[in-house]
């Protein structure tokens, strides 16, 4: 149409792709939301592959998976137009496609085994911060993940007593490849999200001026943000469900119908100690998964203690894949050690682990957990009776 989108307080990428599902489909609701709930499932295989590299179980990787399915947050963010969905599914692949290089050895690989994974988290670097400011946190994350390897790989050659300069310099060939990786490829993609609207005819052919001009647009708006809201949620209750967002309400024919975000209680809550245990673990031993979740939780949570705008519970979207890598991370250890490594006998000569009946009680409850709480996630037909019950807290509002 040529027209000048007026919602101009995020990057393009993610509201491109929507416009792809609105072109497919029409302008209508399921158009708008078809392209978010299709990456919701997208991302899922990501972070399977993901847990698999990370923890080498298929079981573990199936479990992990299945519980970030069935969050309350992933579930109700991924059916509505936004595009955190897209930050949180670039994330996935920024983070998997490091986690590919983390595995490799520096010093002994080839560059056709070291550069490809390095290539491809740089792309959706790009392809991340292009749909939402949010992902470039995570790249931070990526950043002490990549020198963190490159240290450690150092140190060891050392202590071996190996001669470290033809390593050293292997290092440093790596950061100038990565140099192209993660700023000249990246902002290329970013800028190149930006020319449907940069160069449309209003703009006059001068697309660095437009460029420029739609990044502190969005800037200032960010910065200088004064604003309330009833629903807001500061950093530090992410965490503990405090304060769901509230997103729709509505009485039908029918019933009552309303829609929240926020996240599955017993997953979120339950994440927290295998969060601890991380930070504990890779003190201690350094353990690849725990470097992996501190770096990325870290990286995309920690920043908004520096906001001092209006926030939301939706902001915590982008660290919830890495509680559910720490919780797998717990796991891998009750597989392998302690009285839930154990196998039990059932009858009928049925065995198993003690730590694959806990895991199993703890994924059932979640999917109970998400049964219950489906009618105010998902807008279907309930009563209002029904959503007052299932406000656990004051700060729960449903109806």
């Given amino acids: 149409m040529g027209l000048e989108p007026y919602e101009n307080t995020h990057p393009t990428l993610g509201k491109l792709i929507i416009s792809l599902g609105i072109r497919l ?29 990370l ?11 299945v519980l970030f399915a069935f969050d309350f947050m992933h579930f109700t963010q ?32 080839s560059w056709k085994r070291l550069l490809p994974p390095l290539l491809a988290c740089g792309v959706f670097t790009g392809l991340g911060i292009a749909a939402k400011w949010t992902a470039a946190y995570g790249a931070l994350g990526l950043a002490g993940l990549f020198f963190g390897k490159l240290a450690f790989t150092l140190w060891e050659a050392r202590r071996r007593g190996e001669d470290v300069r033809p390593l050293a310099r292997k290092c440093l060939q790596l950061c100038a ?18 020319l449907p609207i940069t160069t449309l005819s209003h703009n006059g052919g001068k697309l660095w001026w437009a460029f420029w001009n739609y990044q502190t647009t969005m800037f200032n708006y960010h910065a200088h943000l004064e ?14 469900d405090i304060r769901p967002i509230w997103y729709f309400a509505q009485d039908n024919w029918n019933g009552y119908s309303t829609i929240s975000s926020f996240g599955n209680p017993l997953l979120w809550w339950g994440c ?46 982008t660290a919830v ?27 009928g000569g049925l065995e198993c682990q003690g730590a694959t009946l806990l895991l199993a009680a703890f994924a059932a409850g979640c999917l109970l957990l998400f049964a219950v709480y489906f009618p105010v996630l998902s807008g279907a037909p309930t009563t209002r009776e029904y959503a007052d019950a299932l406000e656990l807290f004051d700060s729960w509002y449903f109806s």
């Avoid at 708008?32 to 847990?51: D, I, K, N, Q, T």
């Avoid at 839930?340 to 059932?346: E, G």
């Fill in 227 to 240: 604003a309330t809201h009833s629903f807001a949620s500061p950093w530090y209750e992410w965490p503990f």
């Fill in 321 to 347: 894949p890495f509680l559910v890598v720490a919780l797998c991370g717990v796991f891998s250890l009750l597989y392998e050690k302690g009285p839930f490594a154990r196998r039990l006998t059932f009858p």
């Fill in 272 to 317: 927290l100690p295998a969060l601890a245990a991380a930070a504990y673990l890779w003190w201690k031993e350094r353990p690849r998964w725990a470097a992996v979740v501190l770096a990325g939780f870290g990286s995309v949570y920690l920043p908004w203690v520096l906001v001092p705008r209006l926030t939301f519970i939706y902001h915590y979207f």
């Fill in 78 to 109: 991924t059916r509505i137009a936004t595009i955190d969905t897209y930050a949180v599914f670039f994330l996935l692949l920024m983070y998997d496609a490091m986690v590919v290089f983390l595995k490799g050895d520096v010093g002994r690989d």
């Fill in 55 to 65: 923890f080498g179980r298929t079981r573990l990787a199936f479990a992990g998976t």
């Fill in 25 to 53: 489909f029409g302008m209508n609701p399921f158009g708008w939301r078809f392209m978010g709930a299709l990456f919701g499932v997208l991302m899922l295989p990501v972070l399977y592959h993901l847990l698999k590299q």
């Fill in 177 to 194: 490849w990565c140099c192209l990786f993660f700023i000249v490829i990246p902002f290329a993609i970013y800028f190149a999200a930006f």
